[in-house]
């Protein structure tokens, strides 16, 4: 895990970004977890450490 990571500065891997509905999404070259673009050309990972769903795998 990378430091950056834990502050939620991600950096997509140029070879994994996708072009989807809703934006963009990519693989983070550090921490491997799914990202997406915010409309603001940041990268955020869309699956939130939290989950409310209550559903856990593993
Ligand atoms: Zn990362």
């Known amino acids: 895990m990378n430091l950056r ?3 939620g500065y ?3 891997s140029l070879s994994s ?3 989807r509905q809703s ?3 990519a ?3 550090s921490c491997a ?3 997406e673009r915010t409309s603001n050309s940041r990268w955020v990972a869309s699956d939130p450490l939290y989950d409310t769903k ?3 795998a593993g």
């Open 5 to 7: 990571c834990l502050f």
């Open 17 to 19: 970004i996708a072009r």
């Open 23 to 25: 934006g963009y999404s």
């Open 27 to 29: 693989i983070c070259e």
């Open 54 to 56: 209550g559903s856990s």
């Open 10 to 12: 991600h950096r997509a």
């Open 33 to 35: 977890r799914p990202l």
